[in-house]
């Protein structure tokens, strides 16, 4: 099965600053992997996705950098803001040939907390 | 859109006693997950539905637990008898499952306390 590890647990950075968040994962057929925002009280929030076709995918303010040659997975948000404040989390899945997804195995989080 | 609805937010129980937990999925939407979450072990996935068929129910702990999809909007989660070690957040997610596009949609989560 699918193992996701998790590099620090927290992660204090101030804020305007980047910040990285680093995750590891052990099954090489994974091709599907997602980053999870999870403010305190809520579900997981989508934050961007990468297919293992790919290795950078760029949104607003966050990059994902896929490394499937050490199994590596890293989140980099750019200028922090207060808002950012959470735990992350990465999942990994993997896609079928049906044209959907299995289920997401997710590491255990990385809280980021925002020094003013 | 409403997003994924979950329902109840907190259910107190029991042990011993039944408890069902409710999910209805974002319009459209022909994947549903339930996830549980608790500190000690984390985010993990307890079953899964493609187009209100099981497709992977692996991670069900035990026979105590058991979920259904009688139709595209609704899904429950079951756990007959309760037990202290079943408290967590259950959350429910639905995605449309295409190609290119397999994000999930996560629900505001179910805490559930056993006593």
């Known amino acids: 099965g699918e193992s996701v590890g998790l590099h620090l647990p927290t992660l204090s950075v101030q804020e305007g600053d980047n910040s990285i968040i680093n995750c590891a994962y052990s099954?090489?057929?994974?091709?599907?992997f997602i980053w999870y925002k999870q403010e305190s009280g809520k579900g997981p929030q989508f934050i961007i996705d990468?297919?293992?076709?790919?290795d950078k995918r760029q949104g607003q303010r966050v990059t994902v950098l896929l490394n499937k040659t050490v199994k590596h997975l890293s989140l980099q948000i750019a200028a922090t803001q207060p808002g950012d404040s959470a735990v992350y989390f990465c999942?990994?899945?993997?896609?079928?040939?049906?044209?959907?997804?299995?289920?997401?195995?997710f590491g255990k989080g990385t809280h980021l907390i925002i020094q003013p | 859109d409403a997003g994924v609805i979950q329902s109840p937010r907190h259910e107190v129980t029991e042990m011993g006693q039944e408890v069902t937990l409710r999910c209805k999925p974002i319009?459209?939407?022909?994947?549903l997950f339930w996830y549980r979450q608790t500190m000690m072990r984390g985010l993990e996935l307890l079953i899964y539905?493609?187009?209100?068929?099981?497709?992977?129910d692996s991670g069900m702990p035990e026979d105590r637990f058991s979920a259904k999809m009688p139709n595209a909007s609704f899904s429950t989660l079951k756990i007959q008898p309760s037990e202290p070690r079943d408290s967590a957040v259950y959350f429910c997610?639905?995605?449309?499952?295409?190609?290119?596009?397999?994000?999930?949609?996560f629900g505001p989560g179910t805490r559930l306390t056993v006593t």
């Open positions: 990468i297919r293992s076709n790919m």
């Open positions: 099954n090489s057929a994974s091709d599907y």
């Open positions: 999942a990994v899945s993997s896609m079928y040939s049906g044209g959907g997804a299995d289920g997401l195995t």
């Open positions: 539905f493609n187009n209100n068929v099981p497709i992977d």
């Open positions: 319009s459209g939407h022909n994947s």
């Open positions: 997610a639905s995605s449309l499952s295409r190609m290119g596009t397999y994000e999930q949609y």
